[in-house]
């Protein structure tokens, strides 16, 4: 019998959301992201003016805003836009096969409304630079380009249909414009021209972006600086592009009579093809292929023998494995909330033996165990995966789509800055996930030794608990063990816990609370 998804209420989510953005910015002296992102909603907006608009990295000649119409119309989007209605209509045909009695389509009178693609042909609709964010934590990867910088954009309407009428219309109330849509820009942090001749370093690279920590400037004045030949933008041009990812809300369910609210992400990546000049759809990294697995004998069992080795193994537990391309997909679809029980809405449902009914797993439980003592033998230390329930998790939080299930703001990590609204600096409008503020320590760190010509950690923990780099800054927050954080019940007996999340602990004052089948849950304040 298929296992029912565990939800906290829709509230508190959202509750926890609004304590995550005061909390990242509790201190305004010292962002939590200073000196690895760019959230400064008007330099950002100063920046899309100029040389970071959409349309000048994808057409450097253009001056003028790049409008979904045109920008779809481009040859090296034209396979972007075809790949995307593709993916579209299978999960149209796929939805009425397995859900037929609940309707499908674009509008409120249906029980899944569909994303309504006629706004990616709309010439009143726009990607509005939303946030840069540096990732040279991914440098292990692609040591030769130092890692990446990543411009993200949330599609936009220029012309809402609230600005024909007058505020007074909604009782005061202006719906935000935004749409739920994001288009990654994923950058070289240095081109391949700047890797050949080995200039500028990693490590100077690095220290353009940690000097900006202490910047107290805003608006042009920021934007400026940032751009300036000393600064960290002065090394991202339109010849850095590596690749584009996709994010959108394919379709949402309200709740009903018969189901919890849903809501499905679809993600997808591109990647640039410079001898046709074109953006060609690619696996997606990590997404491991489930359904094609389970289906495909021989293939689950190579994929068994590559990820079990005690190298791949360490490298999973890491957070480090570069999995092959001949085992992932080239679509996620990340249905959210999923809770904390195990169920068919998780990337690798199915994968490790007691979570499913159906096809033989992938790994058995004595798969599991026999490779981890195995990398125990051979001197491998894992961090994180200490049980076959600790390897389960990581299958999950490893993919694009587990990741994204996991702490976010619905199936987004960054929705970024609205700088286009009423209030943009307002914190409550939170432009990060408690996952992507919580990375923030780690990543800073990286930075700091490649900065410092040091060999760097590029280790990451689970995508619930952030690790703690050598300080105490995210401890008692709502990232790691504060009101919010998520956690691990633990029993009296030690043997009965399990050692990959053990340490899921709360702070003081605070208890685990969980619901029923799960020890997993959150720090709330301890009731009687």
Not at 56 to 67: E, I, K, N, V, Y
Not at 226 to 247: F, S, V, Y
Request: glycine fraction near 8%; charge should be neutral.
């Amino acid at each position: 019998m298929r296992k029912r998804r565990q939800v906290l209420r829709v509230s508190v989510l959202g509750l926890l959301l609004l304590c995550s953005g005061a909390l990242a910015h509790a201190d305004e002296s010292a962002p939590i992201e200073r000196g690895a992102a760019v959230l400064e909603p008007f330099a950002l907006r100063e920046l899309d003016k100029g040389p970071f608009g959409l349309g000048r990295m994808l057409t450097p000649a253009s001056d003028a805003p790049l409008t979904d119409a045109a920008l779809f119309a481009l040859p090296s989007m034209t396979p972007v836009r075809k790949a995307l209605d593709v993916d579209l209509d299978r999960y149209v045909e796929k939805h009425k096969a397995s859900l037929p009695n609940e309707s499908i389509g674009v509008g409120t009178s249906y029980a899944f409304q569909l994303f309504d693609r006629t706004v990616l042909d709309s010439p009143d609709a726009r990607f509005v630079l939303a946030g840069v964010v540096n990732r040279m934590d991914r440098a292990f990867v692609d040591p030769a380009h130092c890692g990446e910088v990543r411009l993200l954009y949330r599609l936009t309407r220029t012309t809402p249909p609230e600005a024909k009428a007058p505020p007074e219309a909604k009782g005061g109330e202006i719906a935000s414009p935004r749409l739920p849509m994001t288009l990654n820009i994923v950058l070289k942090a240095r081109s391949d021209e700047q890797a050949k001749a080995n200039a500028p370093s990693c490590a100077e690279i690095a220290k353009r972006w940690l000097a900006t920590s202490d910047l107290q400037l805003t608006g042009a004045a920021l934007a400026e600086k940032l751009m300036a030949p000393d600064g960290p933008l002065a090394l991202i041009r339109p010849e850095n592009i590596h690749r584009i990812e996709t994010n959108l809300q394919i379709a949402h369910a309200p709740k009903s009579a018969i189901r919890d609210f849903r809501t499905d992400y679809m993600m997808k990546v591109f990647d640039y093809q410079a001898a046709s000049g074109t953006f060609e759809e690619a696996v997606l990294e990590d997404q491991i292929d489930r359904d094609r697995l389970l289906a495909d004998a021989a293939l689950a069992r190579e994929f068994k023998g590559w990820l079990l080795d005690p190298v791949h193994l360490g490298e999973l537990d890491r957070g480090m494995a570069v999995i092959p391309d001949k085992f992932l997909a080239k679509v996620a679809v990340a249905p959210t909330p999923v809770g904390f029980v195990n169920s068919d809405l998780l990337p690798a449902y199915g994968l490790v033996q007691g979570e499913a009914s159906g096809p033989a797993p992938v790994f058995t439980e004595s798969d599991v165990v026999g490779a981890l003592e195995k990398a125990a033998a051979q001197g491998i230390a894992l961090q994180n995966i200490q049980s076959v329930a600790g390897f389960e998790r990581r299958l999950n939080d490893s993919s694009c789509g587990g990741c994204h299930q996991t702490r976010g703001i619905g199936g987004f990590h960054f929705p970024g800055v609205d700088w286009m609204a009423e209030k943009p600096s307002n914190t409550v409008v939170v432009p990060g996930s408690p996952h992507f503020f919580g990375d923030q320590v780690r990543r800073r760190d990286i930075l700091t030794a490649i900065s410092e010509g040091r060999a760097p950690d590029f280790s990451r923990g689970f995508a619930s608990r952030p690790q703690l780099r050598g300080n105490d800054e995210l401890a008692g927050t709502v990232y790691n063990d504060g009101w919010g954080g998520h956690c691990y019940a633990g029993r009296t007996e030690a043997a009965d816990n399990d050692k990959s999340f053990s340490t899921w602990t709360c702070a003081a004052n605070l208890s685990c609370q969980t619901g029923p089948a799960t020890r997993f849950g959150m720090c709330f304040i301890a009731t009687r």
